[in-house]
Each structure stands twice: as C-alpha cells, then as structure tokens.
C-alpha cells in the first residue's frame, strides 16, 4: 500500500487532504502493544467556537457539553447548523477558533492532530473505503500506520469484521463487490480498528435505504453494548438521534445548543419552541418507542383452566385488575379469553368469547405493541413472556397513563438493544445482514 494512499481516509468531503505526517507512525512498532489504552474517553467541549474565515456569524457559537466516557451523544440540528464542524473540532481536522475540547481533561490543542486522528474513530457517510484495497487492507488501515505486526493484524481484522456481522468470505472481497449496507460495516470496523476509546460518526447511516439503515442501527446498538465506546454521532434525523443517544444535543442554526438531555426528557421536556417543533408534534408516541412492555405496570387477569371448579375461578375473577378471565392451557398459554358460557357448569368449560389476538411479548416495544392493539380493534390484549405464558393485560389505558410517567422511569435507547441473558443467539439472528 502506497503511503500517498494513506492520506485520503482523513480527507474531509471537499476533497482537502491533511498532512502528510498522517503516514508516519510516531511510535515505534511495538510501544503500542504494551501501553494500555483507556476504554473509553471522557470528551469535553467548553465553549468551542469555530468562526470560517471571512465569515461573520460562528458555525459553532459557544458549544458546552461532556459527553461521559461509554456514553453514545447524538448532534442533531438541522441543515447547516454547525454538527460536522462542532464533530470534526475534536480530532482537529477543523481548528477550534476559541474555547476548547478535552479527551480526558487532556485539551486537543495539545495534541499532535496526526495522533488524535489515530486514536479517534472516524465512519462517515460516505464510508471513504479504498476501492483498490481489499475489505481486510481496508480495516487494517489505522494499525498498519500505528506498526502492529501481521498476526496481530491479522487477528484483529478478523475479530472486527465477526464483530460488524461480515461473514469470512468478505475480508478478500473489494468494496465495489459490497452492498452498501456491508460497506459500512467495513466503515465502521474500519473506524473502530485501534481500538479507540472515540468514535466519532457523522451520518453514518445516511445513504442506506430504510430497512438496511434500521439494521445497521440495531447491529451499532449490539455493538456498543459490547464495546461501550464513547460516541459522537451527527444526524438531521430526529428518529435516529432517539433511538441511538444516551444524550442528545439539538443544535440550531448558527451552531447554539439548544437543549442536551436524555431522549425522554427531550421528548417529555423539550426546552423551547424550537426543540418541540423539531422534536415533532408526535412527541408522546415517539416516547412508546422508548419503551417496552415488560418496562410498565400491566393489569391482571384471572388464568382460568379448562376443567377447573368455577367457584375458584370466579374467586380469581375477583381479585384481577380486569374481570374477564384467560383460558389457559397446562403451560399457562393463553388461549383466549373465556365467555361466560364456560362457567355455566360446576366445572369451566373451554368456551372462547373470541381468541388471545393479538398476542403481545414482554421484550415488544410499546409503540409496536400499541399498533398491534389497534390493527387488531382491541382495547386490550394478553402480554406472555418468553416461553408464551400469560405476563399481563396490556390496555390502550395502560399505555395513555406511562404517557406520564417522570422521564427517569423512561427506557433511553440502547437499553433497548441489551440482550436478556441467553438471548444473546435470538438477537444476533434477528440482525444477520441479508
Ligand atoms: N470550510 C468551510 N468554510 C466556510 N464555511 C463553512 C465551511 N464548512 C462549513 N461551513 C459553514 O458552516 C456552517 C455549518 O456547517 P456544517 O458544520 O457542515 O453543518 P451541518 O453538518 O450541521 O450540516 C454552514 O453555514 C456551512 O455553510
Ligand atoms: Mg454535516
């Protein structure tokens, strides 16, 4: 590989290269090997300006936030509103013009920038492979630079690419052989290579169609469950910024921060006008996406058997939140709900009045289950747990009262993603590239 070549993963989308020093790895081959590297940076920005040259109104006016090492922060704003430029002050690709940025109280103007950039992850829309290079050369770009040796190499690149969801073959294909959805997974191994405890990513998603993109969040959010970097990620998308940010930070035009919250209090307490107006007038169903059933108080029901004396089922009826019975089977499965001809002897008698339908789990989302609610013109419906027994009665009321639970009771988004334990197998399936 050509070194000339090197340079242009830290190109920036107008084409301008950075310098050369880029190429020259600073430390010799095998410090980097010994010296034990944080996890995960604590990033600071305290008041970072940044004014473009013969420009009169900031890009970036005064931006003050921390993002907490492991914690995934979401720039969003729309058009214009300074998210590159506020993204790329902190590996220095753009220089702060006043204020500064801290890597761990260490501020980035101390830093050489060929160093930063080595250190700090960086996936972009246009993901930037080297089309001359294979998937494998690609990923393995950043250590090369940093001098590791061919096996450790070697092993990492395999390690990334399992961890993207790339199956093997792919490591010696070249990018024009790849859908896109699987060029930003080699983007994002790419970017995550070193190592680094940031990752800065700027709408790294943008160019994938809706159901690649949905995938590709799901697999990020598996990912970083596992890895716990520290995340910056820009998008225009409001929808995207809920589901990936642990913070959101809403910019408006001039580059000001507008509000920085969890995605709950975002959508529970937007700050002003602007931040509810861009957050949306669905603001209280995006919330249902925050959460899932298992998450809020379900009502009861009386499990009924079919056989069972109907006497001690109308003493159950009695002590349910609600007074119509599920019929069950030996494992607790629910059948559906039981009419009242089914108590017309001593003993229960598997009479429906209509069938469990829809059947909701425990692990849904709300807003999904909410829909399934109304596809299916009920009020309510029975919620089972994993292996299919009766959890709960999920009710349109149930889900109108957590419209008003305190926004710390609110799931934020990566929790949606932890797998249960055991669940681990289910989970990766559900997001196996197509
Ligand atoms: N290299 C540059 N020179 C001058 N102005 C720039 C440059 N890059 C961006 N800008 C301006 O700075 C503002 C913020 O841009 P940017 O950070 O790219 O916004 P966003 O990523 O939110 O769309 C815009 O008004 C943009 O035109
Ligand atoms: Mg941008």
Redesign the pocket.
Known sequence: MGQSRDLHIFDDA?GRAYPREVTAPQTSPNSEAVRPRPQAATLEFRSATKR?PG?EDA?VDGLSLTVPAGEICVLV?P???????AMRMVNRMIEITEGDILLDDRSVRDRAPAELRREIGYAIQQIGLFPHLTVAANVAVVPRLLGWDRDRIEARVRELLELVSLEEGTAERYPAQLSGGQRQRVGVARALAADPPLMLMDEPFGAIDPINRERLQNEFLRLQAEIRKTVVF?THDIDEAIKMGDRIAVLRAG?RLAQYASPAELLMYPADEFVEDFVGADRALKRLALQRVRDIDLWSAATVRSGEPVDEARRKIAEADIDMPVLVDDHGRPQGWLSERGFAGERVRPELRSRAEPLVELDDVLRDALADLIESEVHYSPVVDSGGRLAGVLSLEVISQTLHVPPERARTGPQLVDPAPGEDDAVSAEVEPA
């Open positions: 107008a473009y420009q890009a704003g058009s214009g509103c300074g998210k590159t430029t820009v580059g």
